[in-house]
Nanobody
Framework: QVQLVESGGGLVQAGGSLRLSCAAS????????MGWLRQAPGKEREFVAA????????SYADSVKGRFTISRDNAKNTVYLQMNSLKPEDTAVYYC????????????????WGQGTQVTVSS
């Protein structure tokens, strides 16, 4: 059984930082693109960031460029999202995702999902 388990969410003041982690288990994600999506209350799910297997290719939503950094440790089957300069509009449930192609993460339809972790940014 495939599992993606997120951790690291919480409550932070605007301007603060959080680091999300996502541990993959149940199979080897060799070659997979991994990334993060988010969904705020009353809004559609949106792409945040994605990273290739090698880590050499990364993509970000315009809204988080320059503030968020995605990375991965393949030996641990883990992907991270370092979030700096957080804003109230970053408040959402953040979901870890994985698939063979980055395109499905960008369109919000990845094959594998986590349960999500809540990030709340107070003003």
């Amino acid at each position: 059984q495939v599992q993606l388990v997120e951790s690291g969410g919480g409550l932070v003041q605007a301007g603060g930082s959080l680091r999300l982690s996502c541990a993959a288990s149940g199979r080897t994600f060799s070659g997979s693109v991994m990334g993060w999506l988010r969904q705020a209350p009353g809004k559609e799910r949106e792409f945040v960031a994605a990273i290739s297997w090698s880590g050499g290719s990364k993509s970000y939503a315009d809204s988080v460029k320059g503030r968020f950094t995605i990375s991965r440790d393949n030996a641990k089957n883990t992907v991270y999202l370092q979030m700096n300069s957080l804003k109230p509009e970053d408040t959402a449930v953040y979901y870890c995702a994985a698939d063979a192609l980055a395109r499905t993460l960008v369109t919000g339809t990845p094959r594998y999902w986590g349960q999500g972790t809540q990030v709340t940014v107070s003003s």
